[in-house]
């Protein structure tokens, strides 16, 4: 009843979705299932109408559509229960299930509030959640927060002709295993009124509540798994495997690194939240990959280390030395550098130009009694220009109009040129396209020959699998396991994501 | 393969660069200049209608109205360039004015005797103003508008409990000459104005402080992620921005020869008018001390030379206002921000 046919997405340096078949049958369970950055939040905008394909089309009973924004979709049945939770915390319940859609209990201009409980507590009912629809929604659960999300959804029964589908997004990643097993029931009962399209990243919940899943790599479609014809293990290899470029990832570049020198210890560092009883070490010239699922506490850790939590158990030291005040400037001042994942926000400042940007976090080496040294500014913005071959018209050139590959050398380049021997990197390559990639990984493979020890979290298992000495898997905020990664015998990455899921 | 991937790859980057550095510049380059412009066009506009605005007595007229303003001026710009926004103006100016008229008289009355010492005192006094403001504004986390308008408030009750709602006059001719004595045509008040304005560039340019100022305004999370740190930065933004209105409330009351609990009055409006037509974006990050002379010389020129021309005065107040919105508007690239709050 609801299909798409050959859908395509580019967006800028990257290609989405790729030829996308995808069919849900009436009172269907489908399962989806990929990687980080496989395509699956593309596929489910597509779905829900918040982005247009470029090709292809999307059929509801047989009748090709086009939406222009999610609220076309939900008029024809699309509904979608979101991951982080899109309820209006300051409003009541009822307000946020009929959210624009006021209109029917108003009479002449005034809201007949006691109609809109009346109809709430009817949509609540369908998810069996006994709350007075006039509670305010910051006062209740999390997972009472995902029923009345859900239950919100449902509102377009009565508001459209036919079925339902409704997508949900992680539904499970706050839930306790009963709760879970509530919502599933739930969702089964449901079936009769709407077809359901589950995304999650936890394996054998996928598998229980699916009919069939959709395996998404690389924006394709890899495989449709019926229900009950594979196992968890085929899935996830299906999800990962592809052939590793050794040489994209400069493995013939890695060397051993010096075990005698350790620059950073985290000694059973536990966070405020579920990261617990942390312990690792860096090495110089080592290049340490912490993998786990989003949310998994990976980067908790980084900014950990960077100062930007606080522990409340366990010691950090960097360089031998305890860290007792966790701020950005201390860390920094100890010589650790971090290239955030969001680039834009936490990364460089758009409008100011390169060598603003490259001096920020040193500025007191630059300046003489408030006094900045402009000339010297601008001679080590050059030279790294130069060493990073930074396509920039000119150390005056606005940051905000670089490249993105372009503006993740000049945060390489801001710590790296103030003397940073700490490095981490939380998705250095986000975003890039394949040649910017590659730049990075060689930029990696530097700073390791200069006695550079870095902390990574990657985009892909690959690229951890490829640029690692060590591997970290974390899981709900504790290790896992650690894994060697040197060259020759590097693991494969189904073996990180058994730990990992 | 892989190389010449990456040579496609980079080939795109560069072709992808010159296509912006031939569009973009062209509408960043024409908001940047416009206020210049818009300037030029309305004293061109003026003499047309009337050859008289076109005189260095004129000029001077307009010069000696828009010094304390631009003492103002520059100090909020400062402060909007870090992205916050200072309120306290009116209540800092008053209070200045009315400290340094009260110790000025009392310590003789004239600049040839001790008296002088209530100007540096003044400048102090604007720095500790300002340096209260910021702490309320950063210790104890109240949105910045707040604060100061808050401390204005303060201020301007001040002002009235030291000078009993009385006016202090000041007739010493020392002093007065900065309004009176006039090389080249102009009162030695606005050579001492321009002379605060190359010390207000110097900071912005040339200093760490400077810019610290457009670090936290372009980007205040990165800003704490380089290691600033964010908090002193804000409070010293607005210590300075205290002195250059102590240095407003000092030009104020030469100008005048009087201080009173509304030598302040004003002011808000006027240099928050001036900083935003002259090309200083309120979300923090653009523009500098030179916008804000090219924003104060265009609101005292459309002063001037409506009056110049004989439009009732109180056409003034909505045509600045108007001016506002146009300026923001064109300066604001709005696709960029979906919901304004």
Redesign the interface.
């Given at each position: 009843m609801y299909a798409l046919q050959k859908v395509d997405k580019k967006f800028p340096g990257v290609h989405a979705l790729k030829a996308i078949d995808f069919q849900v049958g009436r009172g269907e369970i489908v399962g989806l299932v990929g990687e980080n950055g496989a395509g699956k939040s593309t596929l489910m905008k597509v779905i829900y109408g918040a982005y247009q394909p470029d090709g292809g089309q999307i059929l509801v009973d047989g009748k090709s559509v086009r939406f222009a924004n999610p609220r076309q979709a939900m008029e024809r049945g699309i509904g979608m229960v979101f991951q982080e939770q899109s309820l209006i915390a300051n409003l009541t319940v009822m307000e946020n299930i009929f959210l624009g859609y006021e209109q029917q209990f108003v009479r002449w201009g005034v809201i007949n509030w006691r109609e809109m409980a009346e109809a709430a507590r009817h949509q609540l009912a369908k998810v069996k959640l006994d709350i007075d629809p006039a509670t305010v929604t910051s006062s209740l659960s999390f997972a009472q927060r995902q029923l009345v999300e859900l239950a919100k959804v449902l509102t377009l029964e009565e508001r459209v002709e036919g079925h339902l589908v409704i997508l949900l997004d992680e539904p499970t990643s706050v839930l306790s295993s009963e709760e879970v097993q509530l919502l599933f029931r739930l969702i089964r009962e449901l079936t009769a009124r709407a077809s359901f399209i589950f995304v999650s990243h936890r394996m054998d919940e996928v598998m229980e509540i699916s009919d069939r899943i959709y395996v998404l790599k690389d924006g394709q479609v890899v495989d449709v798994v019926s229900r009950g014809g594979s196992s968890a293990e085929t899935i996830q290899h299906k999800m990962v495997g592809r052939n590793v470029n050794k040489e994209y990832y400069r493995e013939q570049r890695q060397k051993p690194f010096d075990s005698s020198r350790t620059l950073v210890e985290l000694d059973g560092v536990s966070l405020p939240g579920r990261v617990t009883d942390i312990s690792l070490k860096l090495h110089a010239g080592e290049v340490l990959c912490i993998v786990g699922t989003e949310g998994s506490g990976r980067e908790a850790i980084l900014r950990t280390i960077y100062g930007m939590r606080t522990p409340v158990e366990g010691r950090v030291l960097i360089k031998g030395q305890e860290v007792t005040s966790f701020s950005p400037r201390t860390a920094a001042s100890l010589g650790v550098g971090y290239v955030p994942r969001e680039r834009k926000i936490e990364g460089i400042v758009a409008g100011m130009s390169v060598y603003e940007n490259m001096t920020l976090s040193q500025l007191g080496r630059h300046s003489s009694g408030g006094v900045l040294k402009l000339a010297e500014e601008k001679a080590l913005a050059r030279d790294w220009i130069k060493r990073l071959s930074i396509k920039a018209h000119s150390e005056h050139a606005d940051c905000g109009n670089l490249s993105g590959g372009n503006q993740q050398k000049v945060v390489l380049a801001k710590w790296r040129s103030g003397g940073s021997d700490i490095m981490l990197l939380d998705h250095p390559t986000r975003g890039l396209d394949i040649g910017a990639k590659e730049d990075v990984y060689e930029m990696i493979r530097d700073m390791s020959d200069a006695a550079v020890g870095i902390v990574l979290v990657a985009d892909t298992l690959e690229e951890a699998i490829g640029l690692a000495h060590t591997i970290i898997v974390v899981k709900d905020g504790r290790i896992q396991k650690t894994f060697g990664a040197t060259s020759g015998v590097k693991p494969t990455p189904f073996d990180l994501l058994h730990h990992m899921i | 393969m892989?190389t010449s991937?990456?040579?496609?790859?980079?080939q795109?980057?560069?072709a992808?660069?010159q296509t912006?550095?031939f569009r973009?510049p062209s509408r960043e380059t024409l908001i940047r200049w416009a206020p210049l412009l818009v300037l030029i066009a309305l004293v061109v506009v003026f003499t047309a209608i009337n050859p008289a605005f076109l005189s260095l007595r004129n000029f001077g007229r307009i010069a000696i109205a828009s010094t304390p303003a631009l003492m103002v001026a520059i100090g909020v710009t400062f402060i909007i360039v870090m992205g916050s926004i200072d309120l306290s103006m009116e209540g800092t100016i008053a209070v200045c004015a009315c400290v340094f008229a009260y110790f000025f008289l009392s310590w003789g009355g004239t600049l040839l005797s001790t008296a002088w010492v209530a100007i540096p005192l003044t400048l102090l006094l604007g720095a500790v103003l300002g340096l209260l403001n910021g702490l309320v504004h950063v210790l104890l986390r109240i949105p910045s508008f707040m604060a100061s308008l808050a401390m204005g408030f303060v201020g301007i009750g001040l002002a009235i409990l030291i000078t009993r709602g009385e006016k202090f006059l000041i007739e010493d001719e020392v002093f007065r000459g900065l309004v009176t004595y006039r090389v080249l045509g102009f009162p030695i008040m606005v050579y001492l104005a321009l002379a605060a304005l190359v010390v207000a560039w110097f900071i912005q340019s040339?200093?760490?402080?400077g810019?610290?100022f457009?670090?936290v305004g372009?980007?205040e999370?990165?800003?704490?992620?380089?290691?600033?740190?964010v908090r002193r930065v804000r409070v010293m933004g607005f210590m300075l921005a205290g002195v250059f209105y102590a240095l407003a409330a000092l030009f104020a009351v030469g100008r005048l020869g009087v201080a009173e609990s509304v030598s302040g009055a004003n002011f808000m409006f006027v240099s928050i008018t001036s900083v935003v037509v002259g090309g200083v974006a309120l979300w923090g990050?653009?523009g500098g001390v030179w916008n804000a002379l090219v924003g104060v010389l265009i609101v005292n020129v459309i002063n001037n030379g409506m009056v110049v021309i004989g439009l009732p005065d109180f056409l003034q107040d909505g045509v600045l206002g108007f001016l506002v919105i146009v300026a923001v508007v064109l300066s604001t690239d709005r696709r960029s921000v979906s919901f304004v709050k």
């Open positions: - | 892989s991937a990456s040579d496609t790859a980079a795109g980057r560069v992808m660069q912006r550095a973009r040339y200093t760490r402080l810019r610290n457009y670090a372009g980007g999370e990165l800003a704490h992620a380089s290691g600033l740190d990050g653009i």
